[in-house]
């Protein structure tokens, strides 16, 4: 049995921890994906796919703290992770550099987590052999 | 690449719609093909006469309005779910072209984007 080629993928991750099962379909994706050669070249949060990205959340401690697990695995695949800017920003994901332009009282956003804005998902559509999209439970 | 974004929610009930556009206006602020498609309750995006300023929200007419001239190639919508909604192509906010959605349709397109 031959072997198929080795495939670049982007994860568009736009449902939210606990309210869906997209940051956790994508998790066992994005390990799965790896497992099989495959590369990943970045993760996207968008949508309310960001609340993935704070650092505030926190769990009962007999629930899975998906925010910990996907930075861990960030983390030692060497993945760059981006949440989308304008989403983060409306819905009070923010960096150090946005608290200070908003003259906020504090910035959230997990380790190794980024903002940047649909520019990095437009190159990303340019780049990636493929685009995946997890989406929020209707 | 050509893509398809589609909004197939009510506007105003949430911000999916808005964020799918946000997708389409970016994709052609980088030049790349971008078509929008209003399908099942999305077709309301159209609709005339809207009065968001009564829900304390920005009308979606103005955003899309500006999607031609951002580059967006063209606003489709959903000619059974115009029926459904009792909208027809010469009442709709915006021009708007009738479609079926056929496998064919989706075939034109290099990939599809529903939030």
Redesign the interface.
């Given at each position: 049995m031959t072997r198929s080629p080795a495939l670049s993928y982007t994860l568009v991750i736009?449902g939210a921890p606990y309210t869906s099962q997209a940051p956790q379909s994508a998790l066992a994706f994005a390990k799965a994906l790896i497992s099989g050669g495959h590369k990943l070249d970045r993760v996207f949060l968008?949508?309310d796919g960001v609340y993935l990205a704070s650092s505030l959340v926190t769990p009962p401690s007999d629930e899975v703290n998906w925010t910990q697990l996907w930075s861990e695995f960030l983390m030692q695949t060497r993945t760059p992770a981006v949440a989308c800017i304008?989403?983060a920003l409306?819905r009070g994901i923010l960096d150090s550099a946005e608290q200070t332009r908003y003259e906020q009282p504090a910035s959230n956003i997990a380790e190794p987590f980024e903002m940047a804005?649909?520019?990095d998902?437009?190159e990303a559509?340019?780049t990636s052999s493929r685009?995946l999209?997890f989406?929020p439970t209707d | 690449?050509h893509?398809l974004i589609v909004i197939d929610r009510l506007p105003y009930g949430d911000?999916?719609g808005r964020?799918a556009l946000?997708?389409a206006f970016?994709?052609a602020?980088?030049d790349?093909p971008v078509t929008l498609l209003f399908r099942g309750a999305g077709v309301n995006w159209l609709r005339p006469g809207q009065s968001a300023d009564q829900l304390s929200q920005k009308s979606v007419e103005r955003n899309l309005s500006a999607a031609t001239i951002f580059g967006v190639s063209a606003l489709l919508a959903d000619k059974a779910a115009l029926r459904q909604y009792r909208l027809s192509s010469d009442q709709l906010s915006q021009s708007a072209s009738e479609t079926d959605l056929t496998p064919a349709f989706y075939k034109q397109f290099d990939?599809v984007?529903?939030?």
């Open positions: 736009s968008y949508g304008a989403s409306r804005g649909l520019g998902w437009v559509t340019m685009i999209y989406l | 690449m893509t911000w999916h964020e946000d997708m970016s994709l602020a980088f790349r990939a984007v529903v939030l």
